[in-house]
């Protein structure tokens, strides 16, 4: 079955950075678009960056291009998340992604890795 772990969470100091990164188990990644998105508790899920199947156009929301890099390295299968500036506000589980978000049974998540911005 199709799987996807994330790694590289941990606990940072406000302002540190953190590489965050995604391998998928499963046929096809270069075809796939992925992405990252991130939930705290008592908030919804929200969207934090994306990339098309061959790593050509990286896109994020407004509130995250300035800080955080998405990248791909399809010959081994692995998407990866660069966190810098970090700020308390960033503290959630992060979960990679891929498939069409509202159609069930194209979604794939990972378990998610927990980053804590704390002082």
């Known amino acids: 079955q199709v799987r996807l772990v994330e790694s590289g969470g941990g606990v940072v100091q406000p302002g540190g950075s953190l590489r965050l990164s995604c391998e998928y188990f499963g046929d096809s990644f270069n075809t796939l678009a992925m992405g990252w998105f991130r939930q705290a508790p008592g908030k919804e899920r929200e969207f934090v960056a994306g990339?098309?199947?061959?790593?050509?156009?990286?896109f994020y929301p407004d509130s995250m291009k300035d800080r955080f890099t998405i990248s791909r390295d399809n010959a081994k299968n692995t998407v990866s998340l660069q966190m810098n500036s970090l700020k308390p506000e960033d503290t959630a589980v992060y979960y990679c992604?891929?498939?069409?978000?509202?159609?069930?049974?194209?979604?794939?998540w990972g378990k998610g890795t927990q980053v804590t911005v704390s002082s």
């Open positions: 992604q891929t498939g069409i978000i509202g159609i069930p049974t194209t979604e794939r």
């Open positions: 990339i098309n199947w061959s790593g050509s156009s990286p």
